[in-house]
Each structure stands twice: as C-alpha cells, then as structure tokens.
C-alpha cells in the first residue's frame, strides 16, 4: 500500500522530520516559510495528511476546496485556535494536537515572565547592555517580592496546574484558580488552591495573574477594560496563552495609567507584528512565543503528532482528537 502523503507546513526538530520521513511520504519544509492560504488550498488537495502550526491560519480561504485530498490535520501545538473546527468539520477533516508534552516547558516559561516583570529583569538587562548601569543603590529597580503572594489561574487545566506546582511548591505562593468547569478537589488539593466563580471574583484578589485559557473567539478580550480595572494597583498579569485573551488597547491604558503594576507577554494579538505602544512601555515584559521552546518539549511534540498520525491511518482514533 503506497504511504501516505504528508506536508509538514514547517521546519521540525531534525529527529522528528528523520523519523516522519522514514514512515511517512514526506514533504518537509526546508525553506521554514509559512504557507499562504493559496499554498494551504493547494495542499489540501494534495497531501493526505498536514501538519500545521500556530502561524498557519486555516479558515474559509484556506479550506476552499470541494473535495478536499486531506484527512488529518495533525497540529503541532496544544493550542490550536488558528484552525476553524467547523468549517474544517464540514469537510470530515480530523484535527488532533500535542497536550501534556509541553506542559511542564510553558509553566516554565510562565514563571519566568513572572520573575522577570516583579523583579524588573528585562529592565535590568537593558540597563547594563546599553551601558547605563552607574552601580549598586538601595533605591536601583527595586522590583516586588514574589515569594508568598498570591497567584491567580485563569485556565486550570495542564498547563494552568504546572504554573500551581511551580508557584505554590518553590514560591509558597497561594493559588486562587478560575475555570469554566469544577476542578476536581484532589487536583485543587494538590497546591492547597482554592477555586472561584468568575474572573471578575478573582481579579481583585490577586497579586499576580497568569492566563492559560485556550484563545479563539469565545476568549477574545476576557481580558478587557472592566476586567483589568479590577485588579489590584500593582498587580501583574502574565500571558502565556493567546494574545486576543486579552484586548491590548485596554491593557496599555492600564499600564500608562499605572493602575496595574505591569504585564509580560509571550503571545500577541496578530504576532508576529506588535503593537508599537506595547514596545514603547518599561512596565512590560515582552518574549517571542517562547512558552514550549525547549528541545524537549518541541521533540516530544513531533513524536506525539506521529502517534496520532500511525493511529489514524492504522484505523484507530487518535488519542489527541479534538473535534
Ligand atoms: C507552540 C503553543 O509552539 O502549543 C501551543 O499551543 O502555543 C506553542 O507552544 C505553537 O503553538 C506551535 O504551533
């Protein structure tokens, strides 16, 4: 039986691109150029499977295809509000992603921003390169401590859960959770973490905030206006999860108000193009969608949409479907 053919829409780490290309017939991305939706209708109606990434926007102009040669999109990423499941859906198109391997990597990546917003890091590291640094001061960027304050989660899911351990085990920070469903009291137990019924509860309780919702249209701007107003004057908010989570204009006046003490970023709506006011703003701590870049988290992303690849065309559910 001839193999199937699989796109992979852009570069992987050289061990999973060896291993697809020894399964699979493999069209690999060597240039690493996102497809334009000309190239993704194209592809559909080409290669069997695809496998996309956050930077490729698969809605109406890229699925404009009758009958469409493409049975799996096979995402690289836990997120995965770049593809639209109904019209994808229309099609009897399966969308599978990668969860729980990079988990571990994006609370990483999570605590980082939060050390370095409260402790003023990236302004620190400004400092030296630009050869502004006139010595040591008992008033030189006195930031915030973190260590015993309170943590709100909006999003308690894997990633969400991470961030807990990570704060509440090393940090001894308290945990308040947001989620749309009840979490489960052993899973709370686990960091002491108390849950509350809307984000609008938990905004003014809080000394920092992370957001590890899921993106798309019914989480644009969650984080709006009214929503930041809530939070405590010094307060941080931390995202990890998709930039239109929270609606940019809002979060800038509240930084050049200073009714937040600050706000760092891993992901923006629109990215890779920034807001240019966001990058005029010292209150804000700014990194390049960073959350699962590690070698190996970005490896066991590979091997993970692989297995959902050998389930499908082996004639098994794969364990990561998600419509
Ligand atoms: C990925 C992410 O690197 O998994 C996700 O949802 O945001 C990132 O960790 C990226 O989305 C790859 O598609």
């Known amino acids: 039986m001839a193999r199937p053919r699989v796109l992979v829409t852009r570069r992987w780490p050289a061990a999973v691109e060896a ?39 698969i809605g109406a102009p890229a699925l404009e295809c ?60 400004r400092e030296i390169r630009e050869g502004r640094w006139t010595g040591w001061r008992p008033t030189h960027l006195v930031g915030t401590k973190v260590s015993g304050k309170t943590l709100g989660i909006v999003g308690y899911g894997r990633i969400g859960q991470e961030m807990a351990r990570r704060a509440h085990h090393g940090f001894g920070m308290k945990i308040l959770a947001y989620n749309r469903s009840p979490v489960a009291p052993e899973i709370l137990a686990q960091c002491n973490a108390t849950q509350v019924d809307s984000i609008d509860e938990l905004m003014p309780l809080c000394d920092f905030v992370s957001l590890h919702c899921p993106g798309g249209a019914q989480n644009r701007h969650l984080i709006n206006s009214a929503r930041l107003a809530l ?32 706000a760092a970023l891993d992901v923006f709506d629109g990215e890779p193009d920034i807001n240019p006011q966001l990058v005029a703003s010292d209150r ?40």
Do not use: K
């Not at 497809?35 to 290669?47: G, M, N, S, W």
């Not at 990079?102 to 990546?109: G, I, P, Q």
């Not at 870049?293 to 992303?301: D, G, L, S």
């Open 19 to 57: 291993r697809l290309s020894d399964i699979f017939d493999v069209r690999l991305n060597t240039a690493d150029r996102p497809l334009t939706p000309t190239d993704f209708r194209a592809a559909i109606r080409e290669y069997d499977a695809i496998l996309p990434t956050v930077t490729d926007r």
């Open 284 to 323: 804000l701590v700014m990194l390049p969608h960073l959350g699962s870049a590690t070698r190996e988290a970005r490896e066991a992303m590979g091997f993970r949409v692989i297995d959902n690849l050998q389930d499908f065309f082996a004639g098994r559910e794969p364990r990561d479907r998600v419509n």
């Open 66 to 125: 009758d009958r469409p040669q493409t049975r799996i999109l096979a995402n690289y990423g836990v997120g995965y509000s770049h593809i639209d499941l109904n019209r994808v859906g229309q099609h009897g198109i399966v969308v599978t992603n990668t969860p729980d391997v990079l988990s571990e990597c994006t609370a990483d990546l999570a605590m980082t921003l939060l050390l370095m917003i409260a402790r003023r890091a990236g302004e620190g590291e």
């Open 231 to 262: 939070m405590r004057p010094g307060a941080f908010l931390v995202n990890t999860a998709r930039g239109e989570v929270i609606d940019e204009a809002a979060l800038l006046h509240a930084l050049w108000f200073e009714t937040i003490g600050g």
